[in-house]
């Protein structure tokens, strides 16, 4: 009941505790306070958002708010909803014999990413859904259409990672309505949040989800909940100095590099370019290691995934932008560090990363939508939206551009992923704006 009540026709994922996301039947318990609640967010997300209606609705009699899984979603929505409406029962079916392997296989998992790296692979190979070659951008989209009585002033406060995407939104945005005025000021997605809730800004570029306690704070203020539109689709790359000839690692490996906690299991940490096995030149150098700072997104979201959840070691230089952490590494031939793939440039280069099934991959479009490269996450536009009452003219536009054929090329342009076309519609009524 729990299931079908958050989207998942004919309960196909069983208990009725998944609505809750509680444990399922037979799970043992993860190890720790932080892996539990992940755990838990992981096997209530995926019941709420397979259905799709259920996004955004709460789950059954206990109340879990539907929020997107990240990779999960991404690939899940876009391989069991999209023209496949007679093969749901498979899909879902697929769905839960995976997540079941995974249960018996993996108990003691510390982190649901794994869980959901693993668990779009499985289903690909079985054969219930297959992935086209990505394409720059999903020919559903329409060009954006003008209206009259589009005026006013907009300020945006958040996210460094989409710096350079709103600029070019809004240059192409005056384009069409030249007495509109954007500002945009990106200095970390923690700074979105307060933001929001002082009414200094009417959008909130964030890298990562807000958090429970960011969000409660404005529901304080408001009496209900900010509202998360998606806007693009991110891996975030691991770069390496173009002359560097390193190929991949391991999520376990990035811990030993970047952590001094070594929470993914590591037997000791990784100091020297010797111990990833290069030679050479390399072999003695330490690895410099540049990184973003606390109030970045990007900082928490590669914390979360890649360090598990641990602390960064003191020796990584934190920056207040991905540009400078791109810059430190061009300059460097021993560095590395993280970044948005949007950030890239000819003088560093990607490398491959691999998840639980141990196989190395590129930080692509193809392998985003996929799900299989592990460091894969949303883009998202956060906005004081009340429900009882509709969003500016000048609001509505602008998100009608952001998520048209227009604003997704310019997406592609700075170098992130188009989301996938069906997220669009979906957010845009979300927000009262298709």
Known sequence: AGCRAGGIRGGCLGAS???????????????????????R????????????????????SAGVLCRPPERAVIFLSSNCRIGATSNWYECTCA???????????????????????ALVGIIAVAGFASVAQATDLDPRYQAYKPTSGVSGSLKSIGSDTLNNVMTLWAEDFRKVYPSVQIEIEGKGSSTAPPALIAGTSQFGPMSRPMKAAEADAFEAKFGYKPTAVRVAVDTLAVFVNKDNPLQCLSLTQLDAVFSKTLISGAPASIVTWGQLGL?????????????????????????????????YKDTV??????????QGIAADKYAMGYSGIGYKTADVRPIAVAGRDGKCVEPTQATAYAGTYPVTRFIYMYLNKNPSEALSPLQTEFLKFVLSRDGQADIAKDGYFPMPFIFAGEDLSLVGAN
């Open 17 to 39: 505790r998944c609505g809750r996301g509680e444990h399922a039947q037979g799970q043992s318990k993860p190890e720790n306070f932080g892996a539990e609640r992940a755990h």
């Open 279 to 311: 030679t050479g030149e390399f072999a003695d150098k330490p690895i410099s290691l540049f990184g973003r700072n606390s109030a970045s997104g990007t900082y928490g979201y590669f914390k979360e995934v890649a360090l598990s959840g641990g602390d």
């Open 41 to 60: 967010r992981f096997l209530s997300e995926i019941c709420c958002n397979l259905g799709g209606p259920g996004r955004g609705r709460k789950a059954g």
């Open 317 to 326: 230089k934190e920056q207040p932008g991905s540009s400078a952490v791109v």
């Open 95 to 117: 769905v839960r014999k995976a997540f079941e392997g995974i249960r018996r296989r993996s108990r003691t998992e510390r982190h649901f990413m794994k869980k959901i790296a």
